[in-house]
């Protein structure tokens, strides 16, 4: 390629990657702007602008190397640059300096060929290295034009000469992309609409682990306001994978992809206990659903007879049949375990409640029980907070963990016996480990697969929450009630409303003061001196 225009590509390429300096400098001093940024403005948007601009700075920082690597020269004498990020000329109404791969207006970069040139009359491959120009690959596919330029003893059709530099490249130990060489076949893939499971096999080496990186950019890019909402997440099958790919989707513009593997995917889980490949491979069965549900099952038990339990100084006998209609309620709510104990709860507590009821309230003379039903509400009441009642209930219809529900059944004969009577006596043997010890990468999918049958008991969370409510309105109350009674004599007539219009926020009234009138006393009593 003659010297004159490796030169006219180094001028060019020279000036994006001074537009990419200047769009560099103005992220920076936004992001340092924002940091500075003083009282006035809610926190929220702070970390929201910050975020935006420090992911800006890592795109603009990661499409450096090989900014752009591509020109395509059209039969009506455009001429489009293809690089890894898009770079608009501000100064000329917004037009493209530099397209970015993804891009629509890019893809004939990837699938225009001698047969179906598209328009395209010359495929330029730019070879840099860090922002100098070290070579150009020209694939003329006119082929007239390529005769005059044989003819003229000049280079034409180049052919696959990126693709072979691609393929002879020295390996570094980490990924590379292959932004510069996709062929047809790889992008029809990567450009697939985004509707339901997309697969991609292959034989080793065959490309599949990049095309799939260069989908997800290419998701990202395309459907970028949906997917930033939700997160790419990108699971590997180990660290080492994730090290080998690490740097690919930074280089293709993309930095707000998560990594992950399995062992790393459940929260508050690191799981690294080792364990043998039978076992995983076990663990890896559909059928293991089937045994985590039956596990869930298994614990919302009922007693073989009548329970005994004792209720200040008196026994209350809870029968089988009380459980078993409980539990069915219970279950007919379709709701998760944790979720559905209440109902589980409830039955249970109604019924010892009227066993307590028909003993304190029995009429001696045989009339109706003289209970009201706000004494039942308190004997149910006392009856929850019993600790023999919660140790009942919490034996037959525990509140339960993923982790507690799976260490419990790995480590159970008896509990693997019940619920996976599909499996062999020997593969039971294999599930069976010592609780203690952490978690391997195989339990990780049974732990998301317990975790959505047995839902979050949230009450708790609400009764903290409603404890802290009704703590906020006692302050505000004690506050409105000092500054009601220290008020002035000499109050101006705006000022009392105005205080008595923050009682009514709260729903309530100053102390001794009647809702019938302004100063009068709740006794009807004459006022006061």
């Known amino acids: 390629m003659p010297n004159e225009e490796i030169d006219r590509e180094q001028e060019y390429v020279s000036m ?103 328009g395209v009359r010359r495929r330029r491959h730019i070879r840099t290295r860090h922002r100098k120009v070290v070579g150009l690959d020209d694939e003329v596919l006119d082929l007239a034009a390529a005769d005059r330029a044989d003819r003229a003893g000049r280079e034409g059709l180049v052919g696959e000469a990126a693709l072979l530099a691609a393929l002879n490249a020295s390996r ?13 076949e790889q992008d029809r893939i990567i450009r697939s609409e985004h509707k339901g499971v997309l697969v991609v096999e292959g034989g080793p080496g065959t490309g599949k682990t990049a095309v799939a990186l260069h989908r997800a950019a290419f998701l990202l890019y395309t459907y970028r306001q949906q997917l930033s909402r939700r997160g790419v997440l990108i699971v590997g099958p180990n660290a080492t994978f994730l090290r080998y790919i690490e740097q690919v989707l930074p280089s293709l513009g993309e930095t707000g992809v998560l990594l992950s593997t399995i062992g790393e995917l459940y929260p ?27 596990a869930v099952r298994d614990r919302q038990r009922v007693p073989d007879d009548a329970m005994e339990i004792v209720f200040e100084y008196e026994i209350l006998r809870l029968g089988r049949e009380t459980c078993v209609r409980a539990r069915e309620r219970a279950r007919r709510s379709r709701m998760p375990h944790n979720q559905a104990r209440p109902i589980f709860v409830r039955e249970v507590i109604d019924a010892l409640a009227r066993q307590v009821a028909d003993r ?5 003379f045989g009339g109706d029980n003289l209970l009201d039903e706000a004494d039942v509400a308190e004997i149910r009441r006392e009856l929850r907070e019993d600790a023999g009642v919660q140790a009942a209930l919490e034996e ?20 693997l016996a019940s619920t996976a009577p599909g499996l062999t006596e020997a593969e039971r043997k294999l599930l069976l480990r010592d609780p203690e010890g952490g978690w391997t990468p195989a339990d990780v999918p049974l732990l998301d697969e317990a975790a959505e049958l047995l839902g979050e008991d949230d009450r708790p969370a609400k009764a903290l929450v409603e404890r802290k409510r009704r703590e906020r309105i006692a302050y505000a109350q004690g506050v409105l009630d000092i500054a009601f009674g220290s008020r002035s004599i000499d109050l101006e007539d705006d000022a009392e409303p105005k205080i008595l219009g923050a009682y009514g926020l709260l ?14 006393p709740d006794d009807g009593g004459a006022r006061g001196g």
Not at 79 to 86: E, F, T, V
Not at 172 to 184: L, P
Request: aromatic share 6%; proline share 6%; with cysteine.
């Open 360 to 364: 304190l309230g029995a009429d001696v």
């Open 172 to 184: 570094t130990g980490r990924m590379n992309d292959i932004v510069e060489t996709i062929q047809a």
């Open 268 to 294: 508050g889980i690191s799981a690294r206990r080792a364990e043998p490949p039978e076992v995983a491979e076990i663990k890896g069965r559909l059928a293991m659903a089937d045994v985590v549900a039956a």
């Open 507 to 520: 729903g309530r009234r100053p102390a001794g003061r009647s809702p019938r009138g302004r100063g009068r």
């Open 16 to 118: 994006l990657h001074g537009r990419l300096d200047d769009l560099r400098e103005r992220a920076s001093n936004r992001l340092v702007l924002v940091l500075r940024e003083a009282g006035g403005t809610p926190q929220a948007l702070l970390e929201r602008d910050a975020a935006i601009y420090a992911e800006q700075l890592a795109r603009f920082d990661a499409a450096e190397n090989g900014l752009c690597f591509g020109r395509l020269d059209f039969h009506d004498g455009e001429r489009r640059y293809i690089g890894r990020i898009g770079i608009l000329d501000e100064s000329a109404d917004y037009e493209p300096l530099l397209v970015d791969w993804r891009a629509p207006a890019a893809r004939p970069f990837y699938l225009a060929t001698v047969a179906s040139p598209g």
């Open 396 to 415: 037959l219809w525990p509140v339960l963990t993923p982790q507690r529900l799976l260490a419990d059944l790995f480590s159970s004969a008896e509990l």
